[in-house]
C-alpha cells in the first residue's frame, strides 16, 4: 500500500533512492548521451572538436521521452532556420556591425514565427556563428549535420533506454503535501480548544499561505510525471493516470485554499475573544474531533488518488468512507454546540457558520461520489478536446488538398 512507501523508502540504500530522483536520472543520462553524440560526430563531421553535438544532445535529452522528442524538433528547426538566414545573408553582403545588427534582428523575428520557442536565440547565435566565418557553406553543413547528430542520438537514447516514469515520485509529493495540511488542520484545531494570542493564531495563516508554494511544488512534479506518460511504450492508460492525479491535486489545492480560509477564521476569532478561550470545552473539543477526522481523510484520499493496485485503492476508499462518515458525525454534533453560542450570543453567528461551512467544504471534496463525477467530466472534456483537434487536423489537410488540386489544374 501506498502508506508503507515511506517505511520502504527508508529502508532502501543511496543507489534506490538516487534511481528515484529525476535530477540524478537526469545528470546521467544526459551526460552520456552527449558523450556518444560527440564520438559518432568525430566520425561524421569534418570539424576538429564537433562540439555542437553534445551540445544538442545535452539540450535535447530530457526528463520525459514527450519532453526529448518536443525538445528536438524545436532545436533542429531553431538550426536549420538560423543557418539558412545566415547563407541568404552572406550572398548579399558580407560581415559588418550593420550586417550582424540585421542578422540577428531576423533571427529573433523569424524563431517567433517558426515557435521554437524557447530556442529562439539559438536561431540567431547559429546565424551569427555561420556569418562569421569565411567558407559559410562547409560550416553551415557542418553545423547542421552535428545538430542532427545530437537530437538524433538523444532521441534514440530515450527511445532505447525509456526514462523512467515518474508517477510514483509525483505520488510521494501529493501524499507529501495532504500530510502537511493535515498537520496543520490538527494544529488550528488545537487553537480551537484554548485561548491564543492573535500573534499565535496569525503564525497558523501565515502557515496556511505557504501552503500555496507547497502546491506549486507538487505541480511541478505532476507535470513531469504527466510528460513521463505521454508517447512512453512502457504506460497503457496513460491518459486515466494522469487525469487521476491532476484531479486529485486539484481537489488538495482547493482544500487548501479553505484551509487558508479556516485559520482566517481562527485568527479573526482570537481577535474577538481578547485573550479569552475561543470555544466553550464541549464545543471546542467537538470542533478539534471533526478535525481530526477530517485530516485524517485528507491523507486518505491522497492515497487513493496514487494507490495503482485495484486491492489497495479499494482498501483505501473504504478507509477514506470511514473517515468521513466519523467526520460528518462529528461535524453534526459541533454543530448543534455551536448553534446553541450563536443563540447565546448571536453578534458571533457568523464566524461559527464560517467554521462549519469551511469544514463541510473540505468533506464534500473529499467524497468519493464528488471525485468519481468530477474524474469523468475531465476525461469527457479531454477525450472531447482531443477529438475536436483531429477533427481541425482531418479538415486542414483535406483544404491544403483541394487547394494543391487547384493550383495544379
Same mark, same amino acid.
Given at each position: 500500500?501506498?502508506?508503507?512507501?515511506?517505511?520502504?523508502?527508508?529502508? $532502501?540504500? &543511496?543507489?534506490?533512492?538516487?534511481?528515484?530522483?529525476?535530477?540524478?536520472?537526469?545528470?546521467?543520462?544526459?551526460?552520456?548521451?552527449?558523450?556518444?553524440?560527440?564520438?559518432?560526430?568525430?566520425?561524421?563531421?569534418?570539424?576538429?572538436?564537433? +562540439?555542437?553535438?553534445?551540445?544538442? /544532445?545535452?539540450?535535447?535529452?530530457?526528463?520525459?521521452?514527450?519532453?526529448?522528442?518536443?525538445?528536438?524538433?524545436?532545436?533542429?528547426?531553431?538550426?536549420?532556420?538560423?543557418?539558412?538566414?545566415?547563407? =541568404?545573408?552572406?550572398?548579399?553582403?558580407?560581415?559588418?556591425?550593420?550586417? *550582424?545588427?540585421?542578422?540577428?534582428?531576423?533571427?529573433?523575428?523569424?524563431?517567433?514565427?517558426?515557435?521554437?520557442?524557447?530556442?529562439?536565440?539559438?536561431?540567431?547565435?547559429?546565424?551569427?556563428?555561420?556569418?562569421?566565418?569565411?567558407?559559410?557553406?562547409?560550416?553551415?553543413?557542418?553545423?547542421?549535420?552535428?545538430?542532427?547528430?545530437?537530437?538524433?542520438?538523444?532521441?534514440?537514447?530515450?527511445? +532505447?533506454? /525509456?526514462?523512467?516514469?515518474?508517477?510514483?515520485?509525483?505520488?510521494?509529493?501529493?501524499?507529501?503535501?495532504?500530510?502537511?495540511?493535515?498537520?496543520?488542520?490538527?494544529?488550528?484545531?488545537?487553537?480551537?480548544?484554548?485561548?491564543?494570542? &492573535?500573534?499565535?493564531?496569525?503564525?497558523?495563516?501565515?502557515?496556511?499561505?505557504?501552503?500555496?508554494?507547497?502546491?506549486?511544488?507538487? $505541480?511541478?512534479?505532476?507535470?513531469?510525471?504527466?510528460?513521463? +506518460?505521454?508517447?512512453?511504450? @512502457?504506460?497503457?492508460?496513460?491518459?486515466?493516470?494522469?487525469?487521476?492525479?491532476?484531479?486529485?491535486?486539484?481537489?488538495?489545492?482547493?482544500?487548501?485554499?479553505?484551509?487558508?480560509?479556516?485559520?482566517?477564521?481562527?485568527? !479573526? +476569532?482570537?481577535?474577538? @475573544?481578547?485573550?479569552?478561550?475561543?470555544?466553550?470545552?464541549?464545543? =471546542? *473539543?467537538?470542533?478539534?474531533?471533526?478535525?481530526?477526522?477530517?485530516?485524517?481523510?485528507?491523507?486518505?484520499?491522497?492515497?487513493? &488518488?496514487?494507490?495503482?493496485?485495484?486491492?489497495?485503492?479499494?482498501?483505501?476508499?473504504?478507509?477514506?468512507?470511514?473517515?468521513?462518515?466519523?467526520?460528518?458525525?462529528?461535524?453534526?454534533?459541533?454543530? !448543534?454546540?455551536?448553534?446553541?453560542?450563536?443563540?447565546?450570543?448571536?453578534?458571533?453567528?457568523?464566524?461559527?457558520?464560517?467554521?462549519?461551512?469551511?469544514?463541510?467544504?473540505?468533506?464534500?471534496?473529499?467524497?468519493?461520489?464528488?471525485?468519481?463525477?468530477?474524474?469523468?467530466?475531465?476525461?469527457?472534456? #479531454?477525450?472531447?478536446?482531443?477529438? !475536436?483537434?483531429?477533427? #481541425?487536423?482531418?479538415?486542414?489537410?483535406?483544404?491544403?488538398?483541394?487547394?494543391?488540386?487547384?493550383?495544379?489544374?
Amino acid at each position: 500500500m501506498a502508506r508503507g512507501r515511506g517505511r520502504r523508502d527508508r529502508g $532502501d540504500g &543511496v543507489f534506490a533512492r538516487l534511481r528515484r530522483d529525476p535530477f540524478a536520472v537526469q545528470t546521467v543520462r544526459s551526460a552520456a548521451a552527449a558523450t556518444l553524440s560527440y564520438v559518432v560526430a568525430l566520425r561524421l563531421s569534418s570539424e576538429p572538436a564537433p +562540439l555542437t553535438a553534445p551540445l544538442t /544532445a545535452l539540450l535535447v535529452v530530457q526528463v520525459t521521452l514527450y519532453s526529448t522528442v518536443t525538445t528536438s524538433l524545436r532545436r533542429v528547426n531553431s538550426v536549420v532556420v538560423g543557418v539558412l538566414i545566415a547563407i =541568404a545573408f552572406s550572398v548579399v553582403v558580407g560581415l559588418s556591425w550593420w550586417s *550582424l545588427a540585421l542578422v540577428i534582428l531576423a533571427s529573433l523575428l523569424v524563431g517567433r514565427l517558426v515557435r521554437v520557442e524557447e530556442f529562439i536565440p539559438e536561431v540567431a547565435i547559429s546565424a551569427m556563428l555561420v556569418l562569421g566565418v569565411t567558407q559559410v557553406s562547409d560550416t553551415a553543413w557542418d553545423r547542421v549535420l552535428e545538430t542532427l547528430i545530437g537530437a538524433v542520438v538523444g532521441m534514440l537514447f530515450n527511445l +532505447l533506454l /525509456a526514462p523512467p516514469v515518474w508517477v510514483d515520485s509525483a505520488g510521494d509529493s501529493i501524499e507529501d503535501l495532504a500530510r502537511r495540511m493535515r498537520l496543520l488542520l490538527l494544529d488550528v484545531a488545537d487553537e480551537f480548544t484554548g485561548a491564543p494570542p &492573535v500573534e499565535r493564531a496569525a503564525t497558523r495563516l501565515h502557515e496556511a499561505r505557504r501552503l500555496d508554494n507547497d502546491v506549486a511544488d507538487v $505541480d511541478g512534479a505532476l507535470r513531469t510525471a504527466e510528460d513521463s +506518460l505521454r508517447l512512453n511504450p @512502457r504506460v497503457k492508460e496513460g491518459l486515466l493516470h494522469r487525469v487521476v492525479l491532476r484531479t486529485g491535486l486539484d481537489t488538495l489545492e482547493i482544500c487548501a485554499v479553505v484551509l487558508r480560509v479556516l485559520a482566517r477564521t481562527l485568527t !479573526d +476569532l482570537a481577535k474577538h @475573544r481578547n485573550g479569552d478561550p475561543l470555544l466553550p470545552e464541549p464545543a =471546542a *473539543l467537538a470542533v478539534r474531533e471533526t478535525a481530526q477526522y477530517t485530516a485524517d481523510a485528507l491523507v486518505s484520499f491522497a492515497v487513493l &488518488v496514487t494507490t495503482q493496485g485495484s486491492e489497495d485503492a479499494e482498501a483505501a476508499e473504504t478507509r477514506l468512507a470511514g473517515e468521513l462518515r466519523a467526520a460528518r458525525a462529528c461535524r453534526d454534533h459541533a454543530a !448543534d454546540r455551536l448553534l446553541a453560542l450563536a443563540l447565546a450570543n448571536p453578534g458571533r453567528w457568523q464566524l461559527y457558520g464560517a467554521l462549519l461551512t469551511e469544514i463541510d467544504r473540505i468533506l464534500d471534496e473529499l467524497d468519493p461520489e464528488h471525485r468519481g463525477r468530477r474524474l469523468m467530466e475531465e476525461l469527457d472534456r #479531454r477525450v472531447r478536446e482531443s477529438s !475536436d483537434r483531429r477533427r #481541425r487536423l482531418a479538415l486542414r489537410h483535406r483544404r491544403d488538398a483541394r487547394r494543391s488540386t487547384r493550383t495544379g489544374g
